[in-house]
């Protein structure tokens, strides 16, 4: 492995323009993930017809770089301004944005970016281990049940947080289910609730509508504080938090990074769910769940490890099996065959440079996380000095064309504005808003994977649960939709 | 009434609607799948079904407790403040303004109609020195056109309408020199 990582780093810096490249992936990630109002999603999606000019190594490079740098650039937008950068950072905004309004905004990014690199650089070690093996694992445990019941423990925790009361919670997630449910159907492909529009056959489209749900809802949260004369100027602070505040946390890291790698390694599931439940688990084991949401450093802590950690355990399903975990990982699929290559197990033995060069640049970029994010904080930390007035303009800016880009439709700018109205009514009254988008994101993968277990099984439910990891996380699952109702029922009875 | 209030029940109403016109609409897609004994309809409706009973369980809650928080974790945004004079008619022009530059976004192009939205933006947030919102929209308006099509090359909307059409071809040749195309 060693041999194979110094050869993939010759690669890496041993040409001018590939180190050139992966310089631009690193800041580009950053910056795309940083910028309210676009992702890293936003700057894939631009720069793919590009890659084809490229070496195939630096095109599937650039995506992996621009996936790591990206995950964190996108904690910075949902801590300062409760606008998280892709669904990933959503469990991020819990505590990210309250720290931030209680002018520990410096401690939380500092944090971010500390547990980012750790659960980035473990996640990247892990792979570079033990991807063959860990792939051959997952092909002979984990299957379509094993999948849905993943899906399911994660709704149950997502619909647990963030709500102002456990039926929001619940309606929330139901909602995001019920809009995935537009467009085809994943086993027959029958078209469902298209009402008529040929455009809506292909569902409705992840990008505008997180980008309508998160930055689009918040500005226009904040426009109605400006014109209520609610509206409160965060809080700047530059405090880092100090390495004894960090070391308290050692237990949610390394639960996180395992929670992250975990759900990162199962095809399809990707980021956004191990941040959801490293954020749940974190809750779970705390003895002290009422500070959860009010601006507590473990709730960074729990969902940045996290969501890097599941970076590098992402590129196994997609390299080792040709699967794709997300929206980034399934353009990476597109870099490859542009260079006509598949990836799956072949590409292992037909390209091994491609894979350690890809496997390095993403070690060192994120080592670069630590290392710019450390330097850049406090610069990034003065976007909080610009009045909102001038930022908003931006954003909605930013965003139509991150709405607009990915499939060049003038209806997704709408449904991003129209996901945006909804959003914004749906949060004054005490719903769910990364409820909703995890229901949308985990809904159509769901219910493929709960069609396809039940044809495995011959819909013989016994069976179902016979298989142990599926038994366990649907255990787990309800155990957890059971604890958050009895804990919220317990709270409205005292309240009586 | 108990505790509920009027909002309560206009919430209640809305997500009884979205039962109601998604259980209607999924008969215009059940028929059956060959390889799937449960058909494109079963997991929409089970979804249905369980947004049916949230929302009644929804209404019982509020029913007993009103608008009262269940102690759930995360949770950071306050209820909505329509008391002071003017709000409403501002934030349904804040809602509306994206939506009609949307809209526009097919006749008249991005180029054309971004300042005006810019400008419509910064004044909707409570700006009113002629000055900072001329000069404000001109550095947004660059740092778009600086990022997206003189360094990224995007294909954004131009436009069918003429003159608006016409000026994004403007401006795409302006960029094309720029670059000595």
Not at chain 2, 52 to 58: C, F, K, V, W
């Amino acid at each position: 492995m060693i041999d194979n990582f110094l050869a993939g780093s010759a690669a890496l810096f041993g040409d001018p323009f590939t180190i050139g490249v992966f310089i631009f992936g690193v800041i580009g990630g950053m910056l795309f993930g940083a910028i309210p109002g676009v992702s890293m999603l936003t700057l894939a999606a631009i720069l793919l017809p590009f890659t084809a000019s490229l070496e195939p190594a630096q095109g599937v490079m650039l995506f992996a770089v621009i996936y790591c740098t990206g995950t964190y650039g996108g904690a910075i937008t949902a801590i300062l301004f409760n606008i998280p950068g892709a669904p990933e950072n959503a469990p991020t905004a819990f505590d990210g944005y309250p720290m931030t309004q209680n002018g520990e905004s410096g401690k939380a990014v500092g944090a971010a970016v500390l547990c980012s690199a750790i659960g980035g650089v473990a996640s990247a070690l892990i792979m570079m281990a033990a991807t063959e093996p860990l792939a051959n694992w997952a092909i002979r445990n984990i299957g379509p049940p094993e999948i849905f019941a993943l899906v399911f423990f994660g709704l149950a925790v997502a619909s647990s947080v963030g709500a102002r009361t456990i039926w929001k919670g619940w309606m929330s997630v139901l909602i995001g289910l019920l809009i995935a449910t537009i467009g085809q159907d994943p086993v027959g492909g029958i078209n469902r609730y298209n009402f008529g529009l040929t455009d809506l056959a292909a569902g409705i489209a992840f990008v505008p509508a997180i980008l309508g749900f998160f930055a689009v809802s918040e500005i226009f949260v904040q426009a109605e504080k400006k014109a209520s004369g609610k509206y409160k100027a965060p809080k700047l602070s530059m405090t880092f938090p100090t390495w004894l505040e960090l070391w308290m946390h050692k237990l949610a890291v390394l639960r996180s990074i395992l929670v992250g790698f975990f759900c990162g390694i199962l095809p399809g599931i990707g980021a956004t769910l191990a941040a959801f439940m490293s954020y749940g688990e974190a809750v779970r084991w705390s003895k002290n769940r009422e500070e959860f949401g009010k601006g507590k450093l473990e709730g960074v802590i729990s969902a940045e490890t996290a969501n890097n950690a599941a970076t590098g355990a992402a590129m196994i399903p997609l390299l080792a099996l040709g699967l794709p975990g997300g929206a980034l990982t399934a353009m990476m699929v597109a870099v490859f065959q542009m260079h006509d290559l598949q990836p799956g197990p072949l590409v292992f033995m037909l390209s091994p440079d491609l894979i350690w060069i890809v496997f390095a640049a993403m070690f060192y970029a994120n080592l670069s996380i630590l290392i710019i994010g450390l330097v850049e904080t406090k610069t990034i930390l003065n976007l909080l000095k610009i009045p909102f007035q001038f930022l908003a303009p931006l954003i909605l800016m930013l965003a139509t064309v991150g709405a607009y880009i990915s499939r060049g439709l003038v209806l997704d700018v709408m449904v991003m504005f129209l996901a945006g109205i909804i959003g914004y009514l749906l949060r004054r009254s005490g719903f769910s808003i990364p409820g909703i988008v995890l229901g949308l994101i985990l809904g159509k993968i769901g219910e493929q994977n709960f069609a396809q277990g039940m044809q495995m099984v011959h819909y013989d439910l016994g069976a179902y649960l016979s298989r142990p990891i599926c038994a366990i996380l649907i255990v787990l699952g309800t155990l957890t939709l059971l604890s958050s109702a009895y804990r919220a029922f317990a709270t409205s009875q005292k309240s009586v | 009434m108990g505790r509920l209030k009027r909002t309560h029940l206009v919430e209640a109403v809305l997500f009884l609607l979205i039962v109601a016109v998604f259980y209607a609409f999924s008969f215009e897609f059940n028929q059956p799948i060959e390889i799937y004994r449960f058909g494109a309809t079963v997991w929409p409706r089970v979804v249905i079904g369980l947004l049916l009973i949230a929302t009644l369980g929804n209404l019982w809650y509020q029913y007993r407790h009103g608008s009262a928080s269940q102690g759930t974790i995360g949770q950071s945004d306050d209820e909505a403040d329509y008391s002071e004079p003017g709000t409403i008619p501002r934030m349904i022009a804040v809602l509306l303004t994206p939506f009609i530059f949307a809209w526009l976004l097919k006749p008249v192009g991005i180029y054309f109609s971004a300042p005006f939205f810019i400008a419509a933006v910064i004044w909707l947030f409570g700006e009113r020195r002629w000055s900072a919102i001329l000069l404000i929209t001109a550095l947004i308006y660059f740092i778009f056109i600086g990022l997206f099509l003189v360094i990224l090359n995007a294909p954004l909307p131009q436009g069918n309408m003429s003159p608006f059409y016409d000026f994004s071809a403007w401006i795409l040749t302006m960029n094309a020199k720029l670059q000595g195309l």
